[in-house]
């Protein structure tokens, strides 16, 4: 379950996702397959060449893009999170969620 975002923030995202930009959403998350984690990240991009490029960065695998139709994106949680979203500068993301 997703919360802690509006509906203008979901559509920015999928906006973006659709133009071919890397795009980040965060937001808080509740999943029993994952104790612990309190959000998640998604990073997406319609364009699988340019996201499988970028994931490469961070040591994320193409198989792990979650293949949504109309957008594909990583889920990024944890320490992993954490990580990207220091390197890629995602302050706000980071400050709003407390990460």
Known sequence: MAFGINRTELKNWKRKVKNGDIAFLTHFWIDDRF???QTVTKVGCIDIRKLTKWGKKYDLKEE????????????LFGTKQKEVLIKEKMW???LRFNL
């Open 35 to 37: 104790p612990g984690c």
């Open 64 to 75: 792990w893009i979650d293949m949504h139709d109309q957008f594909p994106h990583f889920d």
């Open 92 to 94: 706000m993301h980071i």
